[in-house]
């Protein structure tokens, strides 16, 4: 079992920045194993996909190639990052952290809101 929580929402104004944080724990767990991601879910929305990395950290992958967002994680920490710039209204959905080996194992969110 893998518990996920993430931290580092609030409400920024549009242009703003914010850097979410999500701590892996878990019997057993071996934090590189794991392929880590972020998703959103905006309001009426399906959640998607916005940037994940690999368990070393060497790859990455992005939904959006305009580079407002970096993905990043330190495996001495247990943690993944997501580092959110030039934030849009649109930007605004809860943030989810999702962690995969075998199974996907997701946190509890954590709300963004962006105003203009």
């Known amino acids: 079992q893998v518990q996920l929580v993430e931290s580092g929402g609030g409400a920024v104004q549009a242009g703003g920045s914010l850097r979410l944080s999500c701590a892996a724990s878990g019997r057993t767990f071996i934090f590189s194993n794991y392929a880590m991601a972020w998703f959103r879910q905006a309001p009426g929305k399906e959640r998607e996909f916005v940037a994940g990395?690999?368990?070393?950290?060497?790859?990455t992958n992005y939904a959006d190639a305009k580079g407002r967002f970096t993905i990043s994680r330190d495996n001495s920490k247990n943690t993944v990052y997501l580092q959110k710039n030039s934030l849009k209204p649109e930007d605004t959905a809860v943030y989810y952290c999702n962690a995969r080996f075998q199974y996907d194992y997701w946190g509890q969110g954590t709300q963004v809101t962006v105003s203009s």
């Open positions: 990395i690999s368990g070393s950290g060497g790859g």
